[in-house]
């Protein structure tokens, strides 16, 4: 991938972790959103970049959060009556999803609606879910953990210029009391 950087998947949740909430977000929020990220970047690529065009249109901190919220009541929804559909207006990115999907999956619940060939960018109006067995997803997952992960340098230099305005870093306040 030209213009990449090699990082941990740590790192991706991390760094948006920060900039969800230098946008806003409390902590769990946050950490549900860079969850979500870290996931999608993991398996379907392409997620840094959308959180970078979020954070400037201002959806990062009111449509990516309903959105998992939406997902996980139609959950609930798709226990209880045998299927349900989760809308998402505005249409959101599956960056503001796929731990969330993984979660359902992982609790028997098949979401259905996302292509085989998508990215963390592709936007999502509707996602139907019913209960049901899951395959495991082939990817990249186990392999990004433990070798790294290639990300779009741009967007997630981006980002770290964004995370900045989160907290001062423990060593510089070490530097300061030297």
């Not at 919220?69 to 299927?83: I, K, M």
């Not at 599956?94 to 979660?103: D, G, M, R």
């Amino acid at each position: 991938m030209a213009g990449s950087v090699l990082v941990a998947p740590r790192e991706v949740h991390d760094l948006v972790f920060r900039c969800a909430r230098v946008a806003g977000c409390d902590a769990g929020g946050a950490d549900r959103t860079a969850r979500n990220v870290t996931a999608a970047e993991i398996r379907f690529g392409g997620a840094l970049a959308v959180v970078v065009d979020a954070l400037a249109s201002g959806a990062f901190t009111s449509t990516w959060a309903m959105a998992a919220d939406a997902l996980v009541a139609a959950e609930v929804d798709a226990r209880d009556h045998g299927s349900a559909t989760a809308t998402f207006d505005p249409p959101v990115p599956l960056a503001a999803l796929a731990a969330t999907v993984a979660e359902a999956s992982a609790r028997c619940v098949v979401v259905s609606g996302i292509p085989s060939d998508a990215t963390g960018g592709l936007e999502l109006a509707t996602l139907d879910l019913a209960p049901g067995q899951v395959e495991p997803a082939a990817g990249p997952g186990t392999d990004a953990h433990r070798d790294g992960l290639l990300v779009d340098r741009r967007a997630f230099d981006a980002l770290v210029e964004v995370a900045a305005a989160f907290l001062v870093a423990e060593e510089a306040l070490d530097a300061l009391e030297n």
